[in-house]
T-cell receptor, first 115, second 112 residues
Framework: DADVTQTPRNRITKTGKRIMLECSQTKGHDRMYWYRQDPGLGLRLIYYSFDVKDINKGEISDGYSVSRQAQAKFSLSLESAIPNQTALYFC??????????????FGPGTRLTVL | QKEVEQNSGPLSVPEGAIASLNCTYS??????FFWYRQYSGKSPELIMF????GDKEDGRFTAQLNKASQYVSLLIRDSQPSDSATYLC????????????FGTGTRLTIIP
């Protein structure tokens, strides 16, 4: 079973719709992250959470919100989707005490298309 | 100026040769440096990390860090077709702060 899972894997929606992307992990990590990846722009951090009560904005948080429902779950919401939010979205986790230091483990990604 | 810069490629290398990937960063306070490999349509996976100046070897991979010149590189020896992927350089500013800043990645193609 995958350690970091994302649902849905693919989603097509229309402009103005609310959409939620979900991330779950069984690695027992405290830290979770949401990124988006666009061609030519690499991975950019949207939000990150170092524990259930600690949520922080990343470099491109406008138009997004998050919820850390439990240590294992971190959801990303687009309140009113727009076409330039079409991208590949990744969730990641990390454990500060891990043997590989700051390694982040990525989920399989969600491909979101906003029409 | 982008904080982490990589040549987007594509970089083509013959099978069995050494592939050399480079990355520069702008924040002199950067402490931790990572190389992730991403196959097309897949998620990134960590292949190397380095904290100290100098070289770090792991199998066919060698990471090189020069903090004075603010660059980090990845060498892949005896390149294989399975090494064909996009390689992402990532940097954190503080030890224990796992907020990574990624470069845009270099696409590497190994030619059989």
């Amino acid at each position: 079973d995958a350690d970091v899972t994302q649902t849905p894997r693919n989603r097509i929606t229309k402009t103005g719709k609310r959409i939620m992307l979900e991330c779950s992990q069984t690695k027992g990590h405290d830290r979770m992250y949401w990124y988006r990846q666009d061609p030519g722009l690499g991975l950019r951090l949207i939000y990150y959470s170092f524990d259930v009560k600690d949520i922080n904005k990343g470099e491109i948080s406008d138009g997004y919100s998050v919820s850390r429902q439990a240590q294992a779950k971190f959801s990303l919401s687009l309140e009113s989707a727009i076409p330039n939010q079409t991208a590949l979205y990744f969730c990641a986790t990390s454990d500060r005490t891990g043997g590989r230091g700051d390694e982040q483990f990525f989920g399989p990604g969600t491909r979101l298309t906003v029409l | 100026q982008k904080e982490v810069e990589q040549n987007s490629g594509p970089l083509s290398v013959p099978e069995g040769a050494i592939a050399s990937l480079n990355c520069t960063y702008s924040d002199r306070g950067s402490q931790s440096f990572f190389w992730y490999r991403q196959y097309s349509g897949k998620s990134p996976e960590l292949i190397m990390f380095i904290y100290s100046n100098g070289d770090k070897e792991d199998g066919r991979f060698t990471a090189q860090l020069n903090k004075a010149s603010q660059y980090v590189s990845l060498l892949i020896r005896d390149s294989q077709p399975s090494d064909s992927a996009t390689y992402l350089c990532a940097v954190t500013s503080n030890f224990g702060n796992e907020k990574l800043t990624f470069g845009t990645g270099t696409r590497l193609t190994i030619i059989p």
